[in-house]
């Protein structure tokens, strides 16, 4: 496996896969990898010849007072990791390679989405986040880019962009890997205490208790996101921030599920002790 750290390294790699027709498949994360990060290295290895990995904190996508100094990095366990999975090349910028100026003056508007559910509780946030897939984007060329559904509305921000204005990309969303307890594999999770963990699990137990009751007929949103509500208000290490259901083609709040309409998504996001979690669930109809 190559390990690169330069923007000129990555264009000579790309352009490299190019004029040998290979295709190109780009992960980008911020490291600490986890079972998440290995099932979409391993999705983009089995559909790519040439797969780059990249590992960047970035800086633009943290608030103030947020946690992009504690985030959690370990680049020795991730090059290993990464190479296990058979990836060919990974990608180690710092901010300076990044961004040649920071912060930059011109940056990517998520547009209103950008403002809601994440996007209201980290103000610019998606903002730095599709600031930084764009310049990975443009770098690629023609590729396909893997991004988790943990990250629903990432996801399809990222794919929004992809569609306006990055036509020659393809945009693949793998399954959320979670743990034994339903609680969705993150690299935060390392910050929970042993009691923290244990409740973490609230998250997907109230995204299982909508996906029943819709099941069971109901599919008024109010009371669906009312189980997710009761869920995680029952923890009381848990503080909801939000619990709501999205129409997953445009991420529009719905009042009611459309059982012939598109599917249902369900987001929620919690604080648990001093870490914020997300997670998400496409309602099944059936
Ligand atoms: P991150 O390093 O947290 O920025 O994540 C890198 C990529 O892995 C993103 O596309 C995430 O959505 C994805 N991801 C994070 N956690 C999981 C998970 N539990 N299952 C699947 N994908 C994940």
């Given at each position: 496996m190559d390990v690169i750290r330069t923007v000129e390294a990555y264009?000579?790699?790309?352009?490299?896969?190019?004029?040998?027709?290979?295709?190109?498949?780009?992960?980008?994360?911020?490291?600490?990898?986890?079972?998440?990060?290995?099932?979409?290295?391993?999705?983009?290895?089995?559909?790519r010849d040439t797969v780059i990995v990249s590992v960047f904190v970035n800086p633009l996508q943290f608030?103030?007072?947020?946690?992009?100094?504690?985030?959690?990095?370990?680049?020795e366990d991730d090059i290993a990791v990464a190479?296990?999975?058979?990836?060919e090349v990974m990608f180690l910028p710092t901010v300076e390679e990044m961004y040649p100026e920071y912060p930059p003056m011109i940056t990517v508007d998520p547009g209103s989405l950008g403002d809601r559910f994440e996007g209201a509780a980290r103000p610019g946030h998606?903002?730095?986040?599709?600031?930084?897939?764009?310049?990975?984007l443009d770098l690629s060329g023609t590729c396909r880019v893997y991004f988790g559904?943990?990250?629903?509305?990432?996801?399809?921000?990222?794919?929004?962009?992809?569609?306006?204005?990055?036509p020659r990309v393809e945009v693949?969303?793998?399954?959320?890997?979670?743990?034994?307890?339903?609680?969705?594999?993150?690299?935060?999770n390392v910050y929970l205490e042993p009691e923290e963990r244990a409740a973490a699990a609230c998250l997907h137990r109230g995204l299982q208790d909508a996906q029943h009751l819709l099941k069971d007929g109901e599919t008024d949103a109010a009371p669906l996101a009312a189980a997710i509500r009761?869920?995680?208000?029952?923890?009381?290490?848990?503080?909801l921030d939000y619990a709501v259901l999205v129409d997953d083609?445009?991420?529009?709040?719905?009042?009611?599920?459309d059982l012939r309409g598109s599917p249902a998504r369900a987001l929620v996001a919690a604080r648990i002790g001093a870490t914020r979690l997300i997670d998400n669930l496409l309602l099944a109809n059936s």
């Open positions: 264009r000579e790699i790309v352009d490299d896969a190019h004029s040998q027709v290979h295709p190109v498949g780009l992960v980008p994360t911020m490291g600490a990898f986890h079972d998440g990060h290995r099932s979409i290295m391993r999705r983009a290895v089995e559909e608030g103030e007072g947020e946690d992009y100094d504690r985030y959690p990095r370990g680049e190479e296990a999975q058979g990836v998606f903002r730095g986040v599709l600031t930084v897939v764009a310049r990975l559904e943990k990250d629903a509305q990432q996801l399809f921000l990222v794919r929004k962009m992809a569609a306006e204005i990055a693949v969303g793998c399954p959320t890997i979670r743990e034994a307890d339903g609680l969705a594999m993150s690299s935060r009761a869920a995680v208000e029952a923890e009381p290490l848990a503080d083609m445009t991420f529009e709040e719905l009042g009611s599920v």
